[in-house]
Nanobody, 126 residues
Framework: QVQLVESGGGLVQAGDSLRLSCATS????????MGWFRQAPGKERDFVAR????????NYADSMKGRFTISRDNAKNTVYLQMNNLKSEDTAVYYC???????????????????WGQGTQVTVSS
């Protein structure tokens, strides 16, 4: 069982930046592709970004390109989501997810990830 713990959420103003972290004690962290998703109240869980096991490849939802950056530090067993120029519509609970066997065709699909964190709230006031 891979346990994921998100942190870094909070209340910010539009235009501000936040960096979310997702840490695990899993020693084989580098075997897992990692994703970030978000869920606003009353809405489905949406794909934000994904990073490959080595960190060499990333994918983003179109609305996040240029504003959000996903990265990972395999030595620290941590994946990050840097969010810049935040907008009120970015308000949501942000979740990290992990899977060791996900294929490229499934990186944006929540049900393809086996492990999930508990989420961290991001609120952007306009």
């Amino acid at each position: 069982q891979v346990q994921l713990v998100e942190s870094g959420g909070g209340l910010v103003q539009a235009g501000d930046s936040l960096r979310l972290s997702c840490a695990t004690s899993e020693r084989t962290f580098s075997n897992y592709a990692m994703g970030w998703f978000r869920q606003a109240p009353g809405k489905e869980r949406d794909f934000v970004a994904r990073i490959s096991r080595s960190g060499a490849n990333t994918n983003y939802a179109d609305s996040m390109k240029g504003r959000f950056t996903i990265s990972r530090d395999n030595a620290k067993n941590t994946v990050y989501l840097q969010m810049n120029n935040l907008k009120s519509e970015d308000t949501a609970v942000y979740y990290c997810a992990a899977d060791s066997s996900i294929t490229l065709s499934g990186v944006a699909l929540p049900d393809r990830y086996k492990y999930w964190g508990q989420g961290t709230q991001v609120t952007v006031s306009s």
